[in-house]
C-alpha cells in the first residue's frame, strides 16, 4: 500500500539531509507507529506520503514513494486526497470551517459525496469519537482535545484507504485517547485501512502496532521490527517496558495486562517496602515553605452559555508542583485561564500571590505568574529563533542569553535562523518555555506541556520543573499525561464538568483512579508506587 524506494529528503538551505536512503514498505491493513525524538524526521516521513513533501514543503525528495501505485513525485495532495487522509498535529491548521457538524462533512463535499452518503457518515462519527454532544459547537470553542478528535473525525468520514496521523492523542485525556485508538483498530482490523501514526505516548500505543519504525535523525538509518524487537533494545521505552527490564522479565510485556500476570512475585517483594519507601520518595521530591502562591475560591467562569468553572476551589503553595487532570473539556485551561486574567470569574476569585488575577496587567503580570498555552505559538511573534529569545531578554529585563540558555537546557541543538513555525511542536513548546522563564515568575502555568514531546525532552522537563520547586516556585500544571504526572506532581487536582472531584496526594488520587493511574501504578496496585525509578530505588534499599 505504501513503498519508499531509496527515499532521501533535504530541506532547502540545510546541511544535511532530514531522511536518508529510507527503503520502507507498508502492507494493506498495518498499523504501523513511528518514533523517534523530537525532530528526526518523523513528520518528514509521514508527509512524504501524502505529497506535502515536496509539493508543499518545498526541498529535493530523491527516490520514490508509491502509495495505492500512485508516485507522489507526479500526484500532488489534491490527487491522493480519495486514499490518503491526514490529520496534522496542530488541529486548527487543517480546520476550513467555523462548526464541528461541517467540518465533518467537508472533506466529503471535496470528493463529491452524495447527501444521503455524508449524512450517514456524519452520524456514525459523532458516534464513533464521541462527539454527538459538540456537533453544532464553534470549532473555536472547543478544548485541544475536542478539536483533536473533530480532526480525525474529519478525515474518518471520507473512509480513506490509507489514515496518517501525527500525535493523535497528544492532547486527549486517557479516556478519549482509547477511544480514538479503539476506533483506528476497527479501522485496521475490519475495514483494512492502513494506518501510519506517529506518537510519542508509547505507553498508549505500541500494544497496538503492528511494526514499529524508528527514525533516528541525522540521515541514519530507520530501525523497522515487531514492537517486542524494537522495545528490546530500544533506548526510550514505555513505563511497562521499563518495569519489565527491572524484573528480568522475558518475554518483555509491551501491555498492563502482560505486565501484571509477570508481577506476581515483584508485588510480594515490595509489599513490605511499599508504603513508607513510596510515600518517602514522594514527599522528598519538593520543597514546600507553606507560603500560598495561587489561590482560586468558589470560581464560577462562563464561557457565553457555557460554564466552564462552577464553584471550583484551589490552592497551590510555593515549591509545589500540582497536576490539574481531567477530560476534555473538564475546565482545565480556564482555571490556568483566571489565573492571568484571562477569564474574570462572575463570582468566586482568582488570585496570585495574593493579588486579583483579573487586575495584573503588563510587566505585573509577567513578573508573577508565566502561562505556556496549549498552542505555544500563541506566545511566539518573531521570524527567527534569536529575535524571540532577544526580545523576551529585554522584556524580562535578563541579561542577553538568558533565554538561549534555557531554551538549550530544554531543547538543545536548535538554530538561531530558524523560523519558531517551522520547528517541531515539541521544540515550540519549549521556545515558548523558555520566553516564559526568562521573567523569572513564582508562578509557572503549563496547559498540557508534554504535547510532542519525546521522552527525552520530557525528562528535560521534569529535571526543570523539579529545580524551579526547589526553589520556591510554584508550578500548575494541567495535563493528560499521567506518566508526566506520576513523575513530577505531588499533588493531583481532577476537575469533571467544572467541578473539583478529588484533591489530594498524587499516591492517593492517581492509584485509585483506573482512568488517571500511571502504568506502574496499574501493574503493582493497590500498592502506591508511581514510576519504575520509585521502584528501583525501593528495591536498591532493600
Same mark, same amino acid.
Given at each position: 500500500?505504501?513503498?519508499?524506494?531509496?527515499?532521501?529528503?533535504?530541506?532547502?538551505?540545510?546541511?544535511?539531509?532530514?531522511?536518508?536512503?529510507?527503503?520502507?514498505?507498508?502492507?494493506?491493513?498495518?498499523? !504501523?507507529? &513511528?518514533?523517534?525524538?523530537?525532530?528526526?524526521?518523523?513528520?518528514?516521513?509521514?508527509?512524504?506520503?501524502?505529497?506535502? &513533501?515536496?509539493?508543499? %514543503? #518545498?526541498?529535493?525528495?530523491?527516490?520514490?514513494?508509491?502509495?495505492?501505485?500512485? $508516485? %507522489?513525485?507526479?500526484?500532488?495532495?489534491?490527487?491522493?486526497?480519495?486514499?490518503?487522509?491526514? &490529520?496534522?498535529?496542530?488541529?486548527?491548521?487543517?480546520?476550513?470551517?467555523?462548526?464541528?457538524?461541517?467540518?465533518?462533512?467537508?472533506?466529503?463535499?471535496?470528493?463529491?459525496?452524495?447527501? $444521503?452518503?455524508?449524512?450517514?457518515?456524519?452520524?456514525?462519527?459523532?458516534?464513533?469519537?464521541?462527539?454527538?454532544?459538540?456537533? @453544532?459547537?464553534?470549532?473555536?470553542?472547543?478544548? #485541544?482535545?475536542?478539536?483533536?478528535? !473533530?480532526?480525525?473525525?474529519?478525515?474518518?468520514?471520507?473512509?480513506?484507504?490509507?489514515?496518517?496521523?501525527?500525535?493523535?492523542?497528544?492532547?486527549?485525556?486517557?479516556?478519549?485517547?482509547?477511544?480514538?485508538?479503539?476506533?483506528?483498530?476497527?479501522?485496521?482490523?475490519?475495514?483494512?485501512?492502513? +494506518?501510519?501514526?506517529?506518537?510519542?505516548?508509547?505507553?498508549?500505543?505500541?500494544?497496538?502496532?503492528?511494526?514499529?519504525?524508528? &527514525?533516528?535523525?541525522?540521515?541514519?538509518?530507520?530501525?523497522?521490527?515487531?514492537?517486542?524487537?524494537?522495545?528490546?533494545?530500544?533506548?526510550?521505552?514505555?513505563?511497562?517496558?521499563?518495569?519489565?527490564?527491572?524484573?528480568? /522479565?522475558?518475554?518483555?510485556?509491551?501491555?498492563?495486562?502482560?505486565?501484571?500476570?509477570?508481577?506476581?512475585?515483584?508485588?510480594?517483594?515490595?509489599?513490605?517496602?511499599?508504603? =513508607?519507601?513510596?510515600?518517602?520518595?514522594?514527599?522528598?521530591?519538593?520543597?514546600?515553605?507553606?507560603?500560598?502562591? *495561587?489561590?482560586?475560591? $468558589?470560581?464560577?467562569?462562563? @464561557?457565553?452559555?457555557?460554564?466552564?468553572?462552577?464553584?471550583?476551589?484551589?490552592?497551590? =503553595?510555593?515549591?509545589?508542583? *500540582?497536576?490539574?487532570?481531567?477530560?476534555?473539556?473538564?475546565?482545565?485551561?480556564?482555571?490556568?485561564?483566571?489565573?492571568?486574567?484571562?477569564?474574570?470569574?462572575?463570582?468566586?476569585?482568582?488570585?496570585?500571590?495574593? *493579588?486579583?488575577?483579573?487586575?495584573?496587567? #503588563?510587566?505585573?503580570?509577567?513578573?508573577?505568574?508565566?502561562?505556556?498555552?496549549?498552542?505555544?505559538?500563541?506566545?511566539?511573534?518573531?521570524?527567527?529563533?534569536? =529575535?524571540?529569545?532577544?526580545?523576551?531578554?529585554?522584556?524580562?529585563?535578563?541579561?542577553?542569553?538568558?533565554?538561549?540558555?534555557?531554551?538549550?537546557?530544554?531543547?538543545?541543538?536548535? @538554530?538561531?535562523?530558524?523560523?519558531?513555525?517551522?520547528?517541531?511542536? #515539541?521544540?515550540?513548546?519549549?521556545?515558548?518555555?523558555?520566553?516564559?522563564?526568562?521573567?523569572?515568575?513564582?508562578?509557572?502555568?503549563?496547559?498540557?506541556?508534554?504535547?510532542?514531546?519525546?521522552?527525552?525532552?520530557?525528562?528535560?522537563?521534569?529535571?526543570?520543573?523539579?529545580?524551579?520547586?526547589?526553589?520556591?516556585?510554584?508550578?500548575?500544571?494541567?495535563?493528560?499525561?499521567?506518566?508526566?504526572?506520576?513523575? !513530577?506532581? %505531588?499533588?493531583?487536582?481532577?476537575?469533571?464538568?467544572?467541578?473539583? +472531584?478529588?484533591?489530594?496526594?498524587?499516591?492517593?488520587?492517581?492509584?485509585?483512579?483506573?482512568?488517571?493511574?500511571?502504568?506502574?501504578?496499574?501493574?503493582?496496585?493497590?500498592?502506591? /508506587?508511581?514510576? *519504575?525509578?520509585?521502584?528501583?530505588?525501593?528495591?536498591?534499599?532493600?
Amino acid at each position: 500500500m505504501i513503498r519508499f524506494d531509496d527515499v532521501t529528503v533535504t530541506y532547502d538551505g540545510a546541511a544535511a539531509p532530514v531522511l536518508s536512503h529510507v527503503d520502507l514498505h507498508v502492507p494493506e491493513g498495518e498499523l !504501523v507507529l &513511528v518514533v523517534g525524538r523530537t525532530g528526526s524526521g518523523k513528520s518528514t516521513l509521514l508527509r512524504c506520503v501524502n505529497g506535502l &513533501v515536496p509539493h508543499f %514543503t #518545498g526541498g529535493t525528495l530523491r527516490g520514490r514513494v508509491t502509495v495505492a501505485g500512485r $508516485d %507522489t513525485r507526479t500526484h500532488p495532495p489534491r490527487e491522493l486526497a480519495d486514499v490518503v487522509g491526514v &490529520v496534522p498535529q496542530d488541529p486548527l491548521s487543517g480546520f476550513v470551517t467555523d462548526l464541528v457538524e461541517d467540518e465533518l462533512a467537508y472533506g466529503m463535499e471535496s470528493i463529491g459525496l452524495a447527501p $444521503d452518503v455524508m449524512r450517514r457518515r456524519v452520524e456514525e462519527t459523532l458516534d464513533l469519537l464521541g462527539l454527538a454532544d459538540l456537533r @453544532h459547537r464553534p470549532l473555536l470553542s472547543l478544548s #485541544g482535545g475536542q478539536r483533536q478528535r !473533530v480532526a480525525i473525525g474529519a478525515v474518518l468520514t471520507t473512509h480513506p484507504q490509507v489514515l496518517v496521523l501525527d500525535e493523535p492523542t497528544s492532547a486527549l485525556d486517557p479516556g478519549a485517547a482509547e477511544e480514538v485508538l479503539a476506533a483506528l483498530q476497527r479501522l485496521v482490523h475490519d475495514l483494512g485501512v492502513t +494506518v501510519l501514526l506517529a506518537e510519542h505516548r508509547l505507553e498508549r500505543v505500541v500494544q497496538y502496532a503492528d511494526r514499529v519504525v524508528v &527514525v533516528p535523525g541525522a540521515g541514519e538509518p530507520l530501525v523497522v521490527g515487531t514492537p517486542a524487537e524494537v522495545m528490546a533494545h530500544a533506548p526510550v521505552a514505555p513505563p511497562v517496558v521499563e518495569l519489565g527490564r527491572l524484573a528480568g /522479565w522475558s518475554p518483555l510485556p509491551l501491555s498492563v495486562r502482560d505486565a501484571r500476570r509477570a508481577a506476581g512475585p515483584l508485588r510480594e517483594r515490595l509489599e513490605p517496602l511499599a508504603h =513508607d519507601a513510596a510515600l518517602r520518595a514522594r514527599s522528598s521530591m519538593h520543597v514546600v515553605d507553606g507560603e500560598p502562591a *495561587v489561590v482560586v475560591e $468558589d470560581a464560577v467562569v462562563r @464561557h457565553g452559555g457555557v460554564v466552564a468553572l462552577r464553584g471550583a476551589t484551589v490552592a497551590a =503553595d510555593r515549591g509545589e508542583i *500540582v497536576a490539574v487532570m481531567g477530560r476534555n473539556g473538564a475546565g482545565k485551561s480556564t482555571l490556568l485561564g483566571s489565573l492571568v486574567g484571562l477569564h474574570t470569574p462572575s463570582s468566586g476569585s482568582a488570585t496570585v500571590c495574593g *493579588v486579583p488575577a483579573s487586575g495584573l496587567r #503588563g510587566r505585573d503580570l509577567v513578573s508573577r505568574v508565566g502561562l505556556v498555552p496549549q498552542e505555544p505559538t500563541d506566545l511566539l511573534v518573531a521570524d527567527r529563533v534569536a =529575535d524571540e529569545l532577544a526580545s523576551a531578554d529585554r522584556d524580562a529585563g535578563a541579561a542577553p542569553g538568558s533565554s538561549r540558555t534555557i531554551l538549550d537546557s530544554l531543547a538543545p541543538g536548535i @538554530h538561531d535562523d530558524i523560523h519558531p513555525r517551522d520547528l517541531s511542536e #515539541g521544540q515550540r513548546l519549549a521556545l515558548a518555555l523558555a520566553v516564559v522563564l526568562a521573567s523569572d515568575p513564582p508562578v509557572l502555568l503549563l496547559d498540557e506541556p508534554t504535547r510532542g514531546l519525546d521522552y527525552a525532552a520530557k525528562k528535560r522537563l521534569v529535571a526543570t520543573l523539579r529545580r524551579l520547586a526547589e526553589q520556591g516556585r510554584c508550578v500548575v500544571l494541567a495535563t493528560h499525561d499521567v506518566e508526566l504526572a506520576a513523575e !513530577v506532581a %505531588t499533588r493531583v487536582v481532577v476537575l469533571a464538568d467544572g467541578e473539583v +472531584v478529588a484533591d489530594g496526594p498524587a499516591t492517593e488520587v492517581v492509584v485509585g483512579s483506573p482512568m488517571f493511574a500511571p502504568q506502574v501504578s496499574k501493574v503493582l496496585a493497590p500498592q502506591p /508506587w508511581l514510576t *519504575v525509578a520509585e521502584v528501583a530505588a525501593a528495591l536498591a534499599a532493600s
